[in-house]
């Protein structure tokens, strides 16, 4: 019998009501459970599957730690993909561009939200 880890059978799932339901999705889980693999594969396999542009899809983040947002966008960028923390938002541009799809990873404080 093969295992699959728990975070690859939440991805699958997330994937099947993205893709097949059309909708938003929202995800909660514990500490450990590959959230941070999960929430980086999504908008790439969603452009993926749908056939679309890259960057057409958005995973919004909500984490409590600003070193891990600035971490999360450091790493994105350089991987040469659009990303934002919300946290170092300080003009009415940046935000214009996140509610226009601009960035494909934005990520937000509880206090933010």
Do not use: W
Request: aromatic letters at 8%.
């Amino acid at each position: 019998m093969i295992r699959v880890p728990n975070c690859v059978l939440t991805l699958i799932c997330i994937y099947n009501v993205g893709m097949h339901d059309g909708k938003s999705v929202y995800a909660s889980l514990p500490t450990g459970y590959g959230k941070s693999m999960i929430f980086c594969t999504l908008p790439l396999a969603f452009n993926y599957i749908r056939e679309q542009l890259q960057g057409t899809s958005t995973v919004v983040e909500i984490l409590p730690l600003q070193s891990l947002m600035e971490d999360q966008v450091s790493y994105l960028k350089s991987l040469g993909l659009s990303a934002v923390a919300l946290h170092e938002v300080h003009n009415d541009e940046i935000l214009d561009e996140v509610e226009s799809g601009q960035f494909m990873f934005v990520f937000a404080s509880p206090e933010k939200c």
